[in-house]
Nanobody
Framework: QVQLVESGGGLVQAGGSLRLSCVAS????????MGWYRQAPGKQRELVAS???????HYVDSVKGRFPISRDNAKNTVHLHMSGLQHEDKAVYYC?????????WGQGNQVTVSS
C-alpha cells in the first residue's frame, strides 16, 4: 500500500508560479512511475505530466515548457513546478503513483488562478 500526501496548492495571480509536492510512503518509490493529473469543474481528469522510475517525462501539450516535473528518490518526493499560470490551469491537482499494476492517488490540491 502506498500513501501519497500532497502540498503546495493555493491561490496565485495569473502569470505566477507554484510548486506542488507529493510525498510517497514506503520503500518502492524509486521503482514507481509518478504523475500529476488535474480536474477542472465539469471536466474529466487529465494527465498533466508524468515521470517514469528512470526519469523519462511526458507532458500534455498545454503545459509543455511551463510545468516541469521532477523527482527526488532520496526523499520519496515528486514535484510539479508550475510557472506562467493561466486561468485555464485552475483545477484540483492529484498526484498518482503506479507500481506493480496498481495505482494510488493523493487527496488532491486546489490551484486557483486570479486575474
Amino acid at each position: 500500500q502506498v500513501q501519497l500526501v500532497e502540498s503546495g496548492g493555493g491561490l496565485v495571480q495569473a502569470g505566477g508560479s507554484l510548486r506542488l509536492s507529493c510525498v510517497a510512503s514506503g520503500s518502492t518509490f524509486s521503482r514507481t512511475n509518478m504523475g500529476w493529473y488535474r480536474q477542472a469543474p465539469g471536466k474529466q481528469r487529465e494527465l498533466v505530466a508524468s515521470i517514469s522510475n528512470i526519469g523519462g517525462t511526458h507532458y500534455v501539450d498545454s503545459v509543455k515548457g511551463r510545468f516541469p516535473i521532477s523527482r527526488d528518490n532520496a526523499k520519496n518526493t515528486v514535484h510539479l513546478h508550475m510557472s506562467g499560470l493561466q486561468h485555464e490551469d485552475k483545477a484540483v491537482y492529484y498526484c498518482r503513483a503506479y507500481y506493480m499494476a496498481r495505482e494510488y492517488w493523493g487527496q488532491g490540491n486546489q490551484v486557483t488562478v486570479s486575474s
